[in-house]
């Protein structure tokens, strides 16, 4: 009896000798999958535009776009990608990041493989991606009128997601005397095939759905408008 009952208790510090040593195989193995994230990169229709995909949340939802990097101030990723050369601005969705480089002859590989380091060392970091609000102007408002509350509600539930598929987002800006205002941000600023999208594509949707819309146009900020000379008034100086 009192065998049968030693060999019983063996068994059941085994088990749990067993149970112990999966446990922390399991422990180990989550910690190294945290610690080597699987970044993916994704082609846009903007050869000079790449998509990032840590499979990680980035801002979760939204978006929010760095035209250069005096304007990276609330994020400490933002600020580390535009170190690298070639970075020209840097934008981030709910679950990517979107990277534009300065001219379409720069080699994306140094790019690729110095950018995924910083993800990488950013999300094993847990350090917060922005202290900035993200892009809501497309939030519905109580002062919005029928029409631009149908506007936002086709940008948000039609556009906007298929865009952000390509890297890029549609931010509204306005509506005045039947032109509906739009800013084009990440993979979409520069890109060669934005004003066939904006026209033959949003315009149309926007149209068809809202009669009260004659047309789309793209606008730009006062600073993305400075930041832009800026940038081009750089880039001739070292040309030269």
Not at 97 to 124: L, N, P, S, Y
Request: proline share 4%; with cysteine.
């Amino acid at each position: 009896m009192a065998a049968h009952m030693r060999w019983g208790l063996k068994r059941l510090l085994w088990g749990r000798k067993k149970r112990h040593h999966l446990n922390s195989l399991i422990q180990l193995w989550e910690c190294l999958s945290e610690r080597h994230l699987s970044i993916q990169t994704q082609e846009t229709p903007n050869p000079r535009s790449l998509k990032f995909l840590p499979g990680k949340p980035v801002l979760g939802s939204g978006t929010l776009d760095f035209s250069s990097p005096s304007s990276a101030g609330s994020s400490s990723l933002a600020r580390d990608l535009f170190e690298i050369e070639g970075v020209k601005s840097v934008f981030f969705g709910p679950d990517f990041i979107t990277i534009t480089k300065t001219d379409e002859d720069v080699d994306w590989t140094q790019i690729k493989r110095h950018a995924m380091e910083v993800i990488g060392k950013f999300f094993e970091s847990g350090d917060q991606v922005t202290t900035d609000a993200v892009h809501s102007e497309n939030s519905l408002s109580e002062d919005d009128d029928d029409i631009v509350s149908m506007i936002k509600e086709l940008l948000d539930t039609r556009i906007r997601p298929t865009v952000q598929e390509d890297g890029g987002d549609v931010i509204f800006k306005g509506f005045e005397n039947g032109i509906v205002k739009l800013k084009l941000v990440g993979s979409c600023t520069g890109c060669p095939s934005s004003t066939v999208t904006l026209k033959n594509g949003i315009q149309n949707m926007m149209q068809f759905y809202i009669p009260e819309v004659d047309m789309v146009e793209q606008v730009e900020d006062e600073v993305d408008e400075i930041n832009a000379k800026v940038f081009a008034e750089v880039e001739n100086k070292l040309q030269e």
